[in-house]
């Protein structure tokens, strides 16, 4: 007999979808359920005496326990009113739950029969199993679809239960059975999922859910259920398993989010990355997470995504203690099952951002001290003229150098000199307003941005607290040194009209300075311009000079204060001109510095006050005691290899090295000490003496006297000049000489202009004077001929 025959009627009916049915069999014939002209409708259009209410209570039923009967009538036709039992249950097919129901003619005992009918058809529609077991009689009957499923031939199936327990895999039969036991106990839905292993060695995945029918006195009689394949699902859902494993163990965290923001899967990346579970991920959207997030934005975001395939930007997500997390988000648009999601690679760039935003701080700001550099000095100095522009205000830069800076850093050294530098932008920034911008332009100079000045007495006030507070000493490493600060002042618009000009106008402001004496500032004039021109056309021709024998030696007497006689002489640098006459060395020896051309100039220098030597040395009638002293600057001294050379031309030209003394001033002992004594000792060595120039304007430090093989001490004009009037002028060149001969030193005092000057230097006992007392620097003949005069 054809099974349909005693399938009861079954459907399928969609719960999402106001219950249509989507299936129903031909058993439902009897109950004149068509199916043509069924299908498709509601299930209270096809049984009208079960309301929406009644479906929607009944699926929450089935939903909550897993199953759920309902008693009805059912109008068959006119004359017939049949009294019929609906027994609903939960089936998943192709991803979505369905209601399953079963219609039992309660007025008939074959309900059972008509039952295996249904199931049969609903597996060969659904490609779902069916089957039902008699357990009063131990008869398992198995559809043809559950049949091919197990990949049985049905002829030679034993239909019993225990029969079908052997077909399971081995390792799940023990759950199978007690699943199945528990249901009958219970009087619950059967469920379980198993495995059929094949002689192969292939497996399937079975979904089996099932229904138990009870007699009138409790006694379970049938039990009717349905087989699913599910292996493909299996399979899916371990490639996702999998995919998500491997998600889980990519060092980037993944987003998949949809169009409306919706975060639909995180891998463990990300929720280390924000602090969150995942269960807490997928309860926001990217605009909880994002504090720039704007719907407007986004959209346009998302249209570029779809239209390019992929886009890469960068924002904020805000972790779930509070910090906010800057992250490079690479988005790209993929479909699954017909929608469209971005699966976003998201990267943690908070180290990228540092090291960004450590390079943009060293491109804009001084390593050393930390201060605006020269580049975003030039920027923000041309946002305050825009802003001076704007507003009719003036803008106000003081331009600072220390004066005797790069005398200390070639005598002590880059890192002392480092350290004064630091120390010196500290006190600078202590005068500062918070408005105004303090930069170091680089070396030793430092600008300072004025805003909004509008008084000129402020800037005064300004400049002159900085001088104050750089007159203390600096202690770097227990070691004491003074520098001051000469400052230039200029104004935007008054003073000038361009951003170069500004810079230019308090440059030059600040040289005015400096040539004032240093230590003080001065105001950008008109006729400043006009200095530096000529400053510039003076290193201009500075390098022709010496090419062109522009440069000269001047040699100024220096005498034995006991016999009067001329026994020494200071060599003195002298450029004359050929458009500006002589040119003071105050003027030349600090351009020569900046040039580079000191050493060259010191070398020429020594090379013609050894030769003027010996010429004196020819003339001399029988007295070789006389000496010629040349002066060599710090900045010559430790850049230079000058004991060699010099030693050698000496040599060269047959000339006593104990006819020369080298004049060093104090500074250039405070460099390295083992440097600079094998470079003297070298010197001495040699036969040279030493004479330690302007001694008590310096650093004065005793210790050094003790250190180095000074051979003379030179009193320095400034205690000279007022030794007629001043007793504690006296006191101090009295000083100097007694300590000069308690070390084995001579004196020799400069300036000295009058009788009187040199009467008092001779009562204190010193050994020499030179000054106008005697003669000015003169040309070499002149000296020569003074000497014969003499």
């Known amino acids: 007999m054809d099974g349909e025959a005693y399938a009861p009627p079954i459907f399928l009916a969609d719960p999402n979808n106001r219950f249509q049915l989507i299936y129903v069999n031909r058993a439902c014939l009897n109950?004149?359920?068509?199916?043509?002209?069924?299908?498709?409708?509601?299930?209270?259009?096809?049984i009208p005496t079960i309301t929406q209410d009644k479906l929607d209570e009944l699926w929450a039923k089935v939903c909550k326990s897993g199953k759920a009967t309902l008693l009805t009538d059912f109008q068959k036709s006119h004359e017939t009113v049949l009294s019929i039992e609906l027994s609903l249950s939960q089936m998943v097919h192709a991803g979505k739950n369905l209601m399953f129901g079963c219609i039992r003619d309660t007025s008939e005992q074959g309900a059972i029969l008509h039952a295996r009918v249904a199931l049969e058809d609903a597996q060969r529609i659904a490609h779902i199993g069916s089957w039902d077991v008699d357990i009063l009689n131990d008869v398992l009957t198995w559809s043809d679809e559950t049949f091919r499923i197990w990949e049985i031939d049905k002829t030679k199936f034993e239909a019993t239960f225990a029969a079908f327990v052997e077909t399971v895999h081995p390792d799940d039969r023990e759950k199978v059975v007690h699943n199945y036991n528990q249901s009958l106990i219970n009087k619950t839905l059967y469920q379980v999922e198993h495995r059929l292993l094949f002689p192969d060695g292939r497996v399937k995945y079975i979904q089996e859910r099932g229904e138990p029918f009870y007699d009138d006195d409790g006694r379970p009689i049938r039990f009717i259920g349905t087989s699913l394949d599910v292996t493909e699902r299996k399979r899916f859902e371990e490639l996702v398993a999998l995919q998500n494993h491997a998600l889980d163990h990519m060092g980037e965290a993944v987003y998949l989010v949809d169009e409306d923001a919706h975060i639909l899967h995180v891998n463990n990346a990300a929720c280390k990355m924000l602090g969150y579970t995942q269960e807490e991920l997928l309860t926001r959207r990217v605009c909880d997470l994002d504090p720039n997030y704007d719907p407007a934005t986004w959209h346009h975001h998302w249209n570029d995504l779809l239209n390019q395939k992929t886009i890469t930007l960068e924002t904020l997500h805000r972790s779930k203690s509070g910090a906010l997390v800057p992250i490079e988000v690479n988005a790209n648009a993929i479909e699954y099952e017909?929608?469209?999601?971005?699966?976003?690679?998201?990267?943690?760039?908070?180290?990228?951002?540092?090291?960004?935003?450590?390079?943009?701080?060293?491109?804009?700001?001084?390593?050393?001290t930390g201060l605006p550099n020269r580049r975003l000095f030039g920027d923000r100095l041309r946002e305050k003229i825009s802003t001076a522009e704007r507003s009719g205000s003036n803008v106000a830069i003081l331009f600072i150098d220390l004066d005797r800076f790069k005398e200390v850093n070639d005598t002590l050294g880059h890192h002392y000199g480092d350290q004064l530098l630091i120390q010196a932008a500290q006190r600078i920034q202590r005068c500062v307003r918070e408005s105004d911008t303090l930069a170091r332009m680089g070396g030793d100079e430092f600008v300072l941005i004025l805003p909004d000045v509008t008084e000129i007495s402020h800037l005064g006030r300004v400049a002159q607290s900085i001088i104050d507070v750089m007159a203390s000493p600096f202690d770097v490493d227990s070691q004491i040194s003074y520098v001051s600060a000469s400052i230039g002042i200029a104004s935007y618009?008054?003073?000038?009209?361009?951003?170069?000009?500004?810079?230019?106008?308090?440059?030059q402001a600040m040289y005015f300075a400096k040539e004032r004496g240093r230590n003080c500032f001065s105001f950008f004039t008109p006729a400043m311009q006009k200095q530096v021109q000529q400053r510039l056309s003076l290193a201009n021709d500075l390098r022709e000079a010496m090419s062109k024998d522009q440069l000269q030696i001047h040699l100024q007497p220096i005498v034995d204060i006991v016999s009067g006689q001329v026994v020494k002489a200071e060599a003195l640098v002298r450029w004359k001109h050929p458009k500006h006459g002589m040119v003071s060395p105050d003027k030349f020896i600090p351009i020569a510095e900046e040039m580079g051309l000191i050493h060259e100039i010191g070398d020429w220098v020594f090379r013609q006050a050894a030769e003027a030597m010996s010429l004196w040395l020819a003339k001399a009638t029988g007295n070789d005691c006389c000496q010629i002293s040349v002066n060599i600057s710090?900045?010559?001294?430790?850049?230079?290899?000058?004991?060699?050379?010099?030693?050698?031309?000496l040599s060269a030209i047959h000339l006593p090295p104990s006819h020369v003394v080298i004049e060093i001033t104090e500074s250039l002992l405070l460099g390295d000490e083992a440097d600079v004594m094998v470079k003297l000792q070298r010197l001495r060595e040699a036969g040279m003496q030493l004479a330690l120039d302007d001694f008590g304007t310096g650093y004065s430090a005793m210790s050094y006297l003790k250190k180095f093989n000074i051979d003379y001490l030179k009193i320095d004009r400034?205690?000279?000049?007022?030794?007629?009037?001043?007793?504690?002028?006296r006191a101090i060149a009295e000083a100097i000489v007694v300590m000069a001969h308690r070390l084995g030193?001579?004196?020799?005092?400069?300036?000295?202009?009058?009788?009187?000057?040199?009467?008092?230097?001779?009562?204190?006992?010193?050994?020499?004077?030179?000054?106008?007392?005697?003669?000015?620097?003169?040309?070499?003949?002149?000296?020569?001929?003074?000497?014969?005069?003499k």
């Open 31 to 46: 109950f004149g359920i068509q199916i043509d002209a069924q299908f498709g409708k509601t299930l209270t259009e096809c």
């Open 338 to 368: 017909g929608r469209r999601v971005n699966f976003a690679l998201v990267r943690d760039i908070t180290e990228r951002k540092r090291i960004e935003a450590q390079i943009q701080h060293q491109a804009s700001y001084d390593a050393l």
């Open 493 to 507: 618009p008054s003073d000038v009209d361009s951003f170069e000009g500004l810079i230019s106008a308090a440059d």
């Open 634 to 649: 710090a900045r010559q001294f430790m850049h230079s290899d000058i004991g060699n050379s010099w030693v050698d031309y």
């Open 718 to 729: 400034s205690f000279v000049r007022d030794l007629e009037s001043d007793p504690n002028d």
């Open 745 to 789: 030193l001579r004196t020799i005092a400069e300036g000295v202009e009058t009788e009187h000057q040199k009467d008092i230097l001779a009562q204190v006992g010193c050994d020499y004077v030179q000054g106008y007392l005697y003669a000015k620097p003169m040309p070499v003949e002149e000296f020569f001929a003074f000497l014969e005069a």
